[in-house]
């Protein structure tokens, strides 16, 4: 299949396997590309010398195309391009941020950007930043995602009719059929999350990979949405978070919920 997708990766399928801190690293993204996709390293929760450490392995496990995923919310995302730039990386998408922020500098140095994007007005902006496409991400997606609760089947027909830049679809998309929606609805590929997680590839630990499997329609739900909005399978921690918020705990209690429970699941 050749289309803009295709064609500006130099992939076989249009489908890219969308970074995801802690799921992603070498093994995911390198499959994929091995595959015929595109593999992205989900470079968010990683240290820099971690990152270096997966974008080596990634180079010797494949001769393919892969990428880096890069969201801007995160530190030391200058350390980050520095070593994406010095260690060759061709692909940058990113995400949780301005795209005027780094798209310059990476094509500057020869580099293939793509942001993401949950509303048009976010897409014009990349259209503004010079990106070389985009992918816009629907509220069904895992992980962070916007505000303004747009699904993916209203979203995407209404980026493509606004720019007209190549469009990859994300959120919730997992089977063939659902890719041949979204090609409906106006894009030239899909970006798929929450179904390379569960992979034998994926980094992600045993007990989410079973979660994930095991969740059904209504698990899931968005919830810290003052603070960055994302969805979560609806367990103990997703019920401490979010009654923190809904008793209008500030930005700083979110947070530092956060940081306990996520300290206490590593002292597990
Ligand atoms: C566990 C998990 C972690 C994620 N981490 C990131 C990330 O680090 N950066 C990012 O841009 N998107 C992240 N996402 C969103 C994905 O890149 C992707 O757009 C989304 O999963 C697509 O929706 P789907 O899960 O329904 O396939 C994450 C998603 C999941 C499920």
């Not at 106006?186 to 994930?212: C, L």
Request: glycine share 10%.
């Amino acid at each position: 299949m050749t289309n803009p997708i295709t064609k500006l990766f130099n992939i076989k399928y249009p489908i890219i396997q969308a970074g995801m801190i802690w799921c992603s690293g070498w093994e995911l993204a390198s499959a994929v590309s091995n595959a015929g996709g595109l593999g992205l390293i989900g470079s968010g929760s990683m240290y820099s010398d971690v990152l270096r450490e997966h974008i080596k392995k990634c180079k010797a496990a494949t001769d393919k195309p892969f990428g880096v995923n890069v969201p801007l919310l995160y530190p030391n995302i200058e350390e980050h391009i520095k070593i994406i730039i010095e260690e060759g990386v061709k692909v940058v998408f990113t995400s949780a941020g301005n795209p005027k922020t780094w798209t310059k500098h990476l094509k500057d140095h020869g580099i293939t950007v793509v942001h993401v994007v949950s509303a048009v007005k976010f897409a014009f902006k990349c259209q503004e930043a010079g990106v070389d496409a985009i992918v816009a991400e629907g509220f069904e997606a895992g992980g962070h995602n916007g505000r303004e609760e747009t699904t993916t089947f209203v979203l995407i027909p209404q980026v493509r009719k606004a720019i007209t830049l190549p469009l990859i679809a994300a959120g919730g998309i997992g089977s063939g059929s659902q890719m041949a929606a979204a090609f409906a609805l106006g894009a030239d590929a899909v970006q798929i999350g929450s179904r390379f997680v569960a992979t034998p590839e994926s980094s992600a630990h045993i007990n989410f990979k079973n979660a994930v499997i095991s969740t059904n329609e209504g698990d899931t739900q968005l919830t810290l949405k003052q603070l960055t909005p994302v969805r979560l399978i609806k367990n103990k921690f997703f019920k401490e978070v979010d009654e923190a918020e809904k008793s209008g705990a500030s930005k700083g209690t979110n947070r530092e919920i956060i940081r306990a429970c996520t300290s206490k699941k590593r002292n597990v």
